[in-house]
């Protein structure tokens, strides 16, 4: 009986820490697109309808979003599923992202979903 009690813990704590997913940068490196909602630029067509986010493995990157049509570079960090980044000059993006996945970021302000191009 002690024998049954005792794997039924050893099951219990590998299945706990199989869903302990730890998220590092290599695991998210690469680009992240996501299209503005009702975006029309055929009057400005230098409004970007398509928002990238490019991250390296190196903690730097670069991004362009709310219709910009330059990319800025960043820096980032990931602290548990929470990527924050800033620009060179130390002030923060006006937005974090959730990571849902390796290839799915959650911006937290307003939940738009973000992909990675494969």
């Known amino acids: ?9 050893l099951i ?3 299945t706990a820490c ?5 998220i ?9 697109t996501h299209a ?16 990238h986010l ?4 190196d903690s730097t990157g670069s991004i ?10 960043i820096t980032y960090s990931i602290s548990g599923n929470i990527i924050t980044m800033n620009y060179p000059n130390g002030n923060k993006v006006e937005f974090s992202l959730e990571i849902e996945n390796k290839d799915t970021l959650i911006r937290l302000d307003n ?4 992909i990675k191009e494969k």
């Not at 590092?24 to 992240?32: A, K, L, V």
């Not at 362009?64 to 570079?73: E, R, V």
């Open 36 to 51: 503005i909602a009702n975006c029309d630029n055929s009057d400005n067509p230098e409004l970007n309808c398509i928002e």
């Open 1 to 9: 009986m002690k024998r049954i009690i005792l794997i039924l813990v």
């Open 64 to 73: 362009m979003y709310g219709g910009i049509d330059y990319a800025t570079k």
């Open 12 to 14: 219990g704590i590998s």
């Open 18 to 22: 199989n869903n302990d997913i730890e």
């Open 54 to 57: 490019w991250l390296n493995h």
């Open 111 to 114: 939940n738009d979903v973000w």
């Open 24 to 32: 590092t940068n290599h695991d998210i490196e690469g680009e992240f």
